[in-house]
């Protein structure tokens, strides 16, 4: 099971390169969408991981992959400014997989 990078930004990408872990960086919706699609193909990919800024410019097509299915794993990673409150994210998300406000 490999892990798989869709970032905005080259030195986040740069620095999980050096982990052993491939992934691009994109900046338009059409090519995150296309860049989830192609990882989800990949049968060697097991969880994928998405920088916040992109997470933010297209939450429907994020969300969508995520409730829609099973595998891989979808996490939400902070970018080198850390703006995100991510018990804010894994409420929201529950919140609209199963409808339940925590």
Known sequence: MKFYLISDNIDTQIGMRLAGIRGVVVHEKKEVADELEKACSDP?????????????????????????RKRPLIVEIPDRHGTSNISDTITQ??????????
């Open 44 to 68: 060697e990919v097991g969880i994928i991981l998405v920088a916040e800024k992109l997470t933010r410019l297209c939450p429907d097509i994020i969300y969508q992959f995520k409730l829609s």
């Open 93 to 102: 998300y529950i919140y609209d997989a199963i409808g339940i406000q925590i």
